[in-house]
């Protein structure tokens, strides 16, 4: 089945770029998501990238996708205080099966 | 309303007692996913709904948990014999008919904690 893995921590500084990593397994994901998860919040959508894309720029957020290496990265430029949130990255597949698989999470900090 | 609603928004419950959690999508969106949301863990896929129909239920953990959706709006997710592992915030999240496949956001609700004691 789906599997999609992230570290769980990450301290920046602010100001400093921030880099959250994320894995997959399923070959036919179609999307790529990263939502962004605020103390007592719902899940709210970043950004996505379609799985024929290897780069997306969104204001201070860049989406690198490695497709060969199942692997997606999100880049938060200047990274300020607002940004502390746990951040997730999620697949989905083919039509038909159009679940969210999300990864664990990665808990993103903000040194001062 | 304008986002997804679900209540109650916190539930304490006993042991061995049944629990019904409520989400309200947004109108209009056809589709409608539970999630589950353990302390430290990612979200747990429970169950999507096409409609009034679930097309996958692959998520859920035992026959103890079921959920139903009518009208094409309000869907309930039931518990029931609550155990203390079933402990965890309950997500819900809708999209607008073409699904995820068209790349249509899913919205979350602010979720329901649930707690066993």
């Known amino acids: 089945g789906e599997d999609v893995e992230q570290s769980l921590f990450l301290s920046v500084r602010e100001g400093d770029s921030s880099v959250i990593n994320c894995t997959y397994t399923?070959?036919?994901?179609?999307?790529l998501y990263w939502y962004k998860q605020e103390p007592g919040a719902g899940l709210q959508l970043l950004t996505y990238?379609?799985?024929?894309?290897d780069m997306k720029q969104d204001q201070r957020l860049t989406v690198l996708l490695n497709k060969k290496d199942k692997h997606l990265s999100l880049r938060i430029a200047d990274t300020q205080t607002g940004d502390s949130a746990i951040y997730f990255c999620?697949?989905?597949?083919?039509?038909?099966?159009?679940?969210?698989?999300f990864g664990t999470g990665t808990r993103l900090t903000i040194i001062p | 309303g304008a986002g997804v609603s679900q209540s109650p928004s916190n539930k304490v419950t006993e042991k061995g007692k049944d629990v019904e959690l409520r989400c309200d999508p947004i109108?209009?969106?056809?589709?409608l996913y539970w999630y589950r949301q353990s302390l430290g863990q990612g979200l747990e896929f429970l169950i999507y709904f096409q409609g009034n129909s679930a097309p996958d239920k692959s998520g859920l953990p035992s026959d103890r948990f079921s959920a139903e959706r009518t009208g094409g709006s309000v869907s309930t997710l039931t518990i029931q014999r609550t155990q203390q592992e079933d402990s965890a915030v309950y997500l819900c999240a809708s999209s607008s008919e073409e699904g995820l496949y068209q790349n249509t956001e899913a919205f979350f609700g602010q979720g329901t904690r649930l707690t066993v004691v």
């Open positions: 399923d070959s036919s994901s179609t999307y």
């Open positions: 999620a697949e989905s597949g083919n039509f038909g099966n159009e679940k969210l698989t």
């Open positions: 109108s209009g969106h056809t589709a």
């Open positions: 990238i379609f799985s024929n894309m």
